[in-house]
Protein backbone atom coordinates (compact mmCIF):
# COMPACT_ATOMS: atom_id res chain seq x y z
CA UNK A 1 0.00 0.00 0.00
CA UNK A 2 2.72 2.22 0.25
CA UNK A 3 3.78 4.42 -2.74
CA UNK A 4 3.15 7.83 -4.58
CA UNK A 5 -0.61 8.30 -5.92
CA UNK A 6 -0.61 11.17 -8.18
CA UNK A 7 -3.72 12.61 -10.27
CA UNK A 8 -5.03 14.85 -12.67
CA UNK A 9 -6.84 17.77 -10.41
CA UNK A 10 -9.96 17.10 -11.92
CA UNK A 11 -10.31 13.58 -11.59
CA UNK A 12 -9.22 13.49 -7.88
CA UNK A 13 -11.73 16.15 -7.18
CA UNK A 14 -14.07 13.70 -8.69
CA UNK A 15 -12.81 11.39 -7.02
CA UNK A 16 -12.86 13.05 -3.50
CA UNK A 17 -16.14 14.30 -4.14
CA UNK A 18 -17.63 10.75 -5.04
CA UNK A 19 -15.83 9.22 -1.86
CA UNK A 20 -16.88 11.72 0.43
CA UNK A 21 -15.49 13.22 4.16
CA UNK A 22 -14.53 10.87 6.51
CA UNK A 23 -15.66 12.85 9.54
CA UNK A 24 -15.90 9.35 11.72
CA UNK A 25 -12.08 8.91 10.82
CA UNK A 26 -12.93 5.11 10.18
CA UNK A 27 -11.67 5.07 6.46
CA UNK A 28 -8.35 5.27 7.90
CA UNK A 29 -5.20 3.07 5.97
CA UNK A 30 -8.21 1.88 3.38
CA UNK A 31 -8.43 5.54 1.90
CA UNK A 32 -5.56 5.14 -0.88
CA UNK A 33 -7.19 1.44 -1.39
CA UNK A 34 -10.92 3.10 -1.89
CA UNK A 35 -9.60 5.95 -4.04
CA UNK A 36 -7.87 3.66 -6.40
CA UNK A 37 -11.37 1.37 -6.34
CA UNK A 38 -13.81 3.88 -7.50
CA UNK A 39 -10.98 4.87 -10.17
CA UNK A 40 -11.16 2.40 -11.85
CA UNK A 41 -14.76 1.93 -11.32
CA UNK A 42 -15.18 5.18 -13.26
CA UNK A 43 -12.70 3.53 -16.10
CA UNK A 44 -9.65 6.14 -15.47
CA UNK A 45 -6.66 5.05 -16.62
CA UNK A 46 -3.47 4.07 -13.71
CA UNK A 47 -0.08 3.17 -14.19
CA UNK A 48 2.32 1.96 -12.41
CA UNK A 49 5.84 3.62 -12.11
CA UNK A 50 8.77 1.96 -10.11
CA UNK A 51 10.32 4.61 -7.51
CA UNK A 52 13.29 3.82 -5.38
CA UNK A 53 11.81 2.88 -1.60
CA UNK A 54 14.17 2.59 1.45
CA UNK A 55 12.67 -0.06 4.37
CA UNK A 56 13.05 1.43 7.77
CA UNK A 57 13.25 -0.51 10.87
CA UNK A 58 10.23 0.66 12.35
CA UNK A 59 6.68 1.00 10.80
CA UNK A 60 4.27 3.74 10.80
CA UNK A 61 1.34 1.43 11.22
CA UNK A 62 -0.86 1.24 14.67
CA UNK A 63 -2.38 -1.93 14.31
CA UNK A 64 -5.22 -1.12 17.44
CA UNK A 65 -5.86 2.66 15.75
CA UNK A 66 -6.66 0.82 12.26
CA UNK A 67 -8.48 -2.01 13.39
CA UNK A 68 -11.20 0.16 12.97
CA UNK A 69 -11.02 0.19 9.43
CA UNK A 70 -12.69 -2.99 9.48
CA UNK A 71 -15.83 -2.46 10.00
CA UNK A 72 -15.71 0.10 7.13
CA UNK A 73 -13.81 -1.83 4.48
CA UNK A 74 -16.93 -4.31 5.42
CA UNK A 75 -19.59 -2.13 4.81
CA UNK A 76 -18.01 -0.92 0.96
CA UNK A 77 -17.53 -4.69 -0.06
CA UNK A 78 -20.97 -5.48 0.81
CA UNK A 79 -22.21 -2.14 -0.87
CA UNK A 80 -20.11 -2.43 -3.69
CA UNK A 81 -21.01 -5.97 -4.42
CA UNK A 82 -24.63 -4.98 -5.06
Known amino acids: M ?5 FK ?4 LKLVEDMGYDESLTRGIFWDVELL ?3 RRHHYTTREIPIW ?3 RKKS ?5 KEIKTI ?3 LKF ?3 SAK
Not at 2 to 6: L, S
Not at 9 to 12: E, F, L, R
Not at 60 to 64: E, F, K
Open 60 to 64: ALNVN
Open 53 to 55: WKE
Open 77 to 79: VIK
Open 71 to 73: GYV
Open 9 to 12: KDVI
Open 2 to 6: CGFKA
Open 37 to 39: IRA
